[in-house]
């Protein structure tokens, strides 16, 4: 498994921070995504670092094709 939801959403954060992406805060594309990593720290990493150059939507979007550096058929095998 992943972090918990509090160590999750502060891995996320600052993530955030470091690839000046704060205005997607409260983006529900964004929740989602974060959502969908399950915790897992790499993930979270790799896939939200792509919010330096693109919106949480062109993420999600990525991600949903396999092409945002995770294991997409991984993460969304993982029980909720």
Same mark, same amino acid.
């Given at each position: #498994?992943?972090?918990?939801? +509090? @160590?999750?959403? =502060?891995? @996320?954060?600052?993530?955030?921070?470091?690839?000046?992406?704060?205005?997607y805060r409260g983006d529900k594309d964004y929740r989602l995504l974060v959502r969908?990593? *399950? #915790? $897992?720290?790499? @993930?979270?990493?790799?896939?939200?670092? *792509?919010?330096? =150059? *693109? =919106?949480?939507?062109?993420?999600? +979007?990525? $991600?949903?094709?396999?092409?945002?550096?995770?294991? =997409?058929?991984?993460?969304?095998?993982?029980?909720?």
């Amino acid at each position: #498994g992943g972090l918990d939801e +509090e @160590a999750a959403s =502060t891995l @996320a954060d600052r993530v955030l921070v470091r690839c000046g992406a704060e205005k997607y805060r409260g983006d529900k594309d964004y929740r989602l995504l974060v959502r969908l990593l *399950h #915790g $897992f720290p790499l @993930a979270l990493e790799v896939v939200l670092a *792509h919010l330096a =150059t *693109h =919106t949480p939507a062109q993420v999600l +979007e990525l $991600f949903r094709r396999g092409e945002a550096g995770v294991d =997409t058929q991984e993460l969304l095998n993982q029980p909720r």
